[in-house]
């Protein structure tokens, strides 16, 4: 490993190209030492025999999937200097966040292998969407690279990209389900059924991984060897589902064996499709030859089981004509079990015909167990798993049992070739998707306020403090939304405007409290709290196109000039009044947030909110108490008709840009 640790420092810091070449080649051979050390210890990902239960003497090995490694991340002094430089907060005040979040990472390189493990992952995977939004900006670099190790080859790979870091999570997420699979009894149903959940899971990471992260620096994460993984993992699904059925044994009658025999089938096509994946040049020289030779024999072994059941339908369990034979059975199920639309098969009418056939598919059936057996012995890795060929020994001997019996030095007549049987399975292999939203976890982050305005995408002016000492009219100004509140309106000649408040700015803090996630009546409860002077902590945003969430609804709306389009009722509510009286019963009554509609929907993603609903809870914000004018009222307003206070409402609503 310290051999391995020089040779990649070197590689970085030489500039030289032939000895940049010449490095690589040496952190080639270090890392194929490496390998080979790790396959002599069982620790290997490759390893097919070390992560599998410890009764699974009469199942054949599945093929499970390491981790990935990685390296520590120390990522506090960039987080440090961007919190105080890109939020002008105290960085010591977030030095527990920062832990934590180290802690975290440090976590993920050695999960359990369990549920638990798959919801730590999950945490961290969740974690990085706030991450991501809260210290990248897509501008810049912070100088925090991500180091992981190739799962099959060790290959080391640098990136600066979170979605390196989020990509190769949920490469890990599918090896732990590979190997939870691995690690199931299946001499048990619910040990089945759980194996197929967990690769059904696997199948369906390597699949969202594969769709949505393009452009992998590593090549276990690059199109080809996914797209490999995943129909790998479905096959393996699929012979879970074999095995379920035959978990009691076969009854031998002829439902039975041609229901089972068309399910071998449907196992041996997925193998022999995954096989031919594998052979790709992209792929071939990269995995490990073992799985290429596990596959091969799986491919010809479940076709000779199809193959073994099929003659067992047609001649018969016993082997003999005497013995009674539901001929009507077999003539009803024959076009059943093979694909007679594409062929001139008939059913066989008399005990010789279904000698001959029967006689051909268990012919077949030694073949394909014999080449099976061929290729076994052939790989080294397979060789070492006794197991393996202890099956293979086993059906073989059935095979050739049961041709015994049904060879007879009399017959001279040369037998067809055994047709090919039909795949057909009862329960279809479907990747599932890891549901995301099973860990609900929190920003660590949160104190820096909502994620929709307060992300490393938009900017605004260092923290101002103004204090505001109350005129004779009022403090003359108007505060509207949620988390935080936004001032919507500064009344010119009052002490509002003398004191430095603009319209826009977003107030953080009122009397040294921190206001950043308070709703709409907390803010002006504080606010009115000071009966003759506050004290503001704002910003105000720099970007011209920046947009609240809740004016992003208000954009979205069809009244003219895009404002909203209120009732003469709720016009005295748009918006609240900081005057320092209680100048209407209504003026400061929060009324209820708006049913959020398709158009919210739209307006949330156009101010990067999340599409996961996870984080909905944290980076939307509720369109919070509304209200009127900024100016202390002297007396009532006049009656006027309602289209006069309906026209008057739409002209003095807010409007949706600041």
């Not at 790790?38 to 009764?55: C, H, P, R, T």
């Not at 068309?262 to 994946?277: G, I, L, Q, R």
Request: hydrophobic share 35%; aromatic share 8%; proline share 5%.
């Amino acid at each position: 490993m310290r051999m391995r640790v020089g040779a990649e420092n070197l590689f970085k810091a030489a500039s030289n190209r032939k000895l940049k070449e010449q490095v690589a080649l040496e952190l080639s051979f270090v890392n194929s030492n490496l390998q080979l050390l790790k396959e002599e210890l069982a620790e290997i990902n490759s390893d097919v025999e070390a992560y599998q239960n410890d009764s699974y003497m009469r199942s054949i090995p599945l093929i499970p999937l390491g981790l990935k490694e990685t390296k520590k991340l120390d990522a506090r002094v960039a987080f440090t200097d961007y919190i105080l430089e890109h939020y002008s907060a105290d960085a010591d005040k977030y030095e527990n966040e920062i832990k934590e979040l180290a802690e975290l990472r440090q976590s993920i390189r050695t999960p359990k292998r369990n549920e638990e493990g798959i919801e730590l992952l999950l945490e961290y995977y969740n974690q990085l969407y706030f991450i991501e939004n809260r210290f990248f900006p897509p501008d810049r670099n912070l100088g925090v690279y991500f180091h992981w190790y190739d799962a099959l080859t060790g290959v080391p790979s640098l990136q600066k990209s979170v979605a390196f870091e989020k990509g190769s999570i949920l490469f890990n997420i599918s090896a732990l389900f590979t190997q939870m699979g691995a690690k199931q009894d299946r001499t048990m149903g619910d040990g089945v059924s759980k194996a197929i959940e967990c690769f059904e899971s696997a199948a369906g990471a390597f699949k969202y991984l594969g769709e949505n992260f393009s452009h992998a620096p590593s090549m276990d994460m690059s199109g080809p060897v996914l797209a490999m993984l995943g129909g790998l993992m479905l096959a393996q699904v699929q012979e879970c589902i074999f095995e379920k059925l035959v978990l009691d044994g076969v009854e031998e009658t002829i439902e039975s064996c041609v229901r089972v025999a068309k399910e071998a089938s449907v196992v041996s096509d997925m193998y022999t499709k995954v096989h031919k994946m594998m052979m790709q040049e992209t792929v071939k020289d990269y995995i490990p030859y073992s799985w290429i030779s596990m596959v091969l024999v799986k491919s010809q072994h479940f076709k000779a089981r199809a193959h073994h059941y099929a003659a067992i339908a047609i001649v018969g369990p016993s082997m003999n004509q005497e013995k009674d034979y539901d001929s009507e059975t077999l003539l009803r199920l024959f076009p059943s079990m093979y694909n007679t639309e594409k062929s001139d098969l008939q059913p066989p009418q008399n005990w010789e015909e279904r000698m001959r056939l029967g006689k051909a598919h268990i012919r077949q059936a030694l073949m394909l167990h014999e080449e099976a057996l061929r290729v076994h012995d052939l790989s080294k890795q397979l060789r070492k798993i006794d197991t393996l060929k202890e099956v293979l020994k086993k059906f073989h001997s059935k095979s050739m049992h049961r041709y015994q019996s049904l060879d007879n030095e009399d017959d001279f007549f040369e037998l067809p070739d055994a047709p090919v049987i039909l795949s057909k399975t009862t329960q279809i292999a479907k990747p599932h998707v890891p549901d995301f939203t099973r860990v609900q976890v929190k920003d660590i982050f949160h104190n820096l306020g909502p994620l929709a305005i307060f992300n490393s995408r938009n900017q605004w002016t260092a923290p101002r403090i103004v204090e505001i000492v109350r005129g004779m009219g009022g403090y003359g100004f108007t505060v509207r939304g949620d988390s935080p509140v936004i001032v919507a309106q500064v009344d010119q000649g009052y002490a509002a405007a003398a004191s430095g408040v603009k319209e826009g700015d977003f107030i953080i803090g009122v009397n040294d409290n921190d206001v950043k996630w308070a709703k709409h009546e907390e803010v002006v409860k504080s606010i009115l709290a000071s009966p003759h002077r506050i004290k503001l902590e704002l910003v105000s945003p720099l970007d011209k196109d920046f947009l609240h969430p809740q004016d992003i609804r208000r954009k979205d709306t069809k009244s003219p000039k895009g404002s909203s389009e209120l009732s003469p009722t709720s016009s005295h509510q748009s918006q609240s009044p900081v005057n320092g009286s209680m100048t209407s019963d209504s003026s400061l009554e929060r009324q209820q947030p708006p049913r959020k509609t398709h158009k919210d929907s739209q307006g949330l993603k156009g101010s990067n909110a999340s599409k996961n609903s996870k984080a909905k809870e944290s980076i939307t914000s509720t369109d919070g108490g509304k209200g009127s004018t900024g100016k202390k009222k002297s007396k009532k307003p006049e009656k006027t008709s309602t289209e006069e206070r309906k026209r008057k409402a739409v002209q003095n609503s807010p409007a949706g840009l600041y």
